[in-house]
């Protein structure tokens, strides 16, 4: 998909204000858009109603989840102990005005195993995004949540956002799976 034609979806944020979480200066908005549109859409994370693709293409460092294009999922996913969680409850990528009229009217909530989960509300100009069509840089804004290490066995996810009239929610459920014995 062109970054012209990008719309809202689940991502993520660009500064990590959760230690041990993602570097501050790592941008995760860009990381994420380019791990969202790395898949056709026959396997994309994004558009997956089970959770079958969740494990398409993930980073080393850490581990994203996504949202949906609009509408609600179950999906279910297994995640390698050790790894940070990233996931936008809403997002977009556009120009500067299109964030501030897409912020202005976002909102979101993340539960995980019954208690909420505060998101960073992130808005940031120059993300570097690749996707089939090339690499360019865009501006990028959303609800994030940015998660430590997840003890082993199972929990539950619940994310929810929208924006204007866009809704989006996704109910996981989470298996943290042991690392392998040496």
Known sequence: MALAALAPACGLTPESRSPGVVPPETSVQGRWWTWAYSADDDASPVQDTTGEFCDHAQPDDLWFLAGTYGGTVRRSCRIP??????????????????CATFMAT??????????????????????????????GTTHACGLWVRLAPLPTGPHTLTIRGSSGTFRTGVDYRLVVEPAPQA
């Open 81 to 98: 102990a050790g790894r940070p969680l990233a996931f936008p409850l809403v997002n977009l990528l556009g120009d500067a005005a299109d």
């Open 106 to 135: 976002a909102k979101g909530k993340a539960v995980l195993d019954g208690k909420p989960v505060e998101p960073e509300r992130l808005d940031e100009a120059g993300v570097t995004v690749t996707d089939s069509a090339g690499t």
